[in-house]
């Protein structure tokens, strides 16, 4: 590496987060946050990571689509027999991670997962391109394949089967719910001092305190 990341700095600015502007409800917070993330951010306003642990409490992250938003939580959606699926299956619990650098804000998300109702999996699934769709099935996430060929061929195989048809939505595929138990909200301020805002539900109610940065 020719560059010391060491040296890497950013100064931090933005809005002050003061109690005053904090709802009683952290989705409705999260809703003002979102939109103005995809005016800043455009197509990478909804991207977020999401970690899950597996049946030996190793962690594992990667970045996802934030595709639906609720009263009840955030969905995204998958393949249930990839590596997160089986994950969720066996630790039902997940955190998320959302980064906007153009407002230096930062929301953390944590808390119980649950699969969507076949009905709003079919939903968005005719809502894909179809391209997209054919890729549901086309991808069986997350097993080891012999080279990129192996994809190419299988996709042919799957347009010409689903050829002037409507594709339906694999079984294998749908979404999930994350139904929070813990938000907070980080608003990036100079010095490194920045605004940390935190929500816990507890007995079906929501409070929330501020942290040090």
Do not use: C
Not at 30 to 52: H, I, S, V, Y
């Amino acid at each position: 590496m020719t560059r010391n990341i060491a040296d890497i700095r950013r100064d931090y600015e933005g809005g002050n987060l003061d109690e005053p502007q904090v709802t009683t409800d952290p989705m409705v917070l999260f809703d003002e946050w979102l939109a103005l993330a995809l005016e800043a951010e455009g197509e990478d306003g909804n991207t977020m990571t999401l970690a899950t642990a597996d049946s030996q409490g190793l962690p594992h992250a990667r970045v996802v689509l934030l595709k639906g938003v609720d009263a009840q939580g955030l969905v995204f959606y998958t393949n249930y027999h990839s590596h997160k699926g089986s994950e969720l299956t066996n630790v039902p619990h997940a955190a998320l991670v959302f980064w906007w650098p153009s407002l230096s804000r930062q929301v953390r998300v944590e808390g119980r997962v649950e699969q969507v109702s076949e009905a709003e999996s079919d939903a968005y699934f005719a809502s894909r391109p179809r391209a997209s769709q054919l890729g549901a099935w086309v991808a069986t996430q997350s097993v080891v394949i012999p080279g990129r060929t192996w994809i190419e061929e299988r996709e042919h195989r799957f347009e010409q089967a689903y050829e002037g048809q409507e594709i339906p939505r694999p079984v294998h595929w749908g979404g999930y719910r994350v139904i929070p138990e813990m938000i907070e909200f980080w608003q990036g301020q100079p010095s490194r001092l920045h605004d940390r805002i935190r929500y816990e539900r507890r007995d079906g109610q929501w409070n929330h305190f501020r942290l040090a940065p």
